[in-house]
């Protein structure tokens, strides 16, 4: 079982920095991708960026990447996205999120994905 609760949103002006935290638990760390998504009103859930735990090798939509950056710190089970140069678009609610990753050879798949309630982030122009 993983649970996931997400910290440091808030209201600020564009141009803005925040840095949101995730505090994690769970029993099988060293399997788990952690990531972070982000839905505005009447949109999909978007994908962000994401840390492998183990390693720590990073990935970033192509909408964030050089704005945000995704960082862990293993000791106190935390992942971090700090985000730098806000504009309105931003603007959304902010969901933590797991993968558990199962490895088959090369291959390697989520096979279970969990999810914290949300932080919600308001830049105003």
């Known amino acids: 079982q993983v649970q996931l609760v997400e910290s440091g949103g808030g209201s600020v002006q564009a141009g803005a920095s925040l840095r949101l935290s995730c505090a994690a638990s769970g029993r099988s760390f060293s399997s788990y991708a952690l990531g972070w998504f982000r839905q505005a009103s009447g949109n999909k859930r978007e994908f962000l960026a994401a840390?492998?735990?183990?390693?720590?090798?990073?990935y970033y939509a192509d909408s964030v990447k050089g704005r945000f950056t995704i960082s862990r710190d293993n000791g106190k089970k935390l992942v971090y996205l700090q985000m730098n140069s806000l504009n309105p678009g931003d603007t959304a609610v902010y969901y933590c999120?797991?993968?558990?990753?199962?490895?088959?050879?090369?291959?390697?798949?989520?096979?279970?994905?969990?999810w914290g309630r949300g932080t919600r982030v308001t830049v105003f122009a």
């Open positions: 999120n797991v993968d558990v990753l199962t490895s088959t050879g090369d291959t390697e798949l989520p096979t279970k994905t969990y």
């Open positions: 840390i492998r735990w183990t390693g720590g090798m990073t």
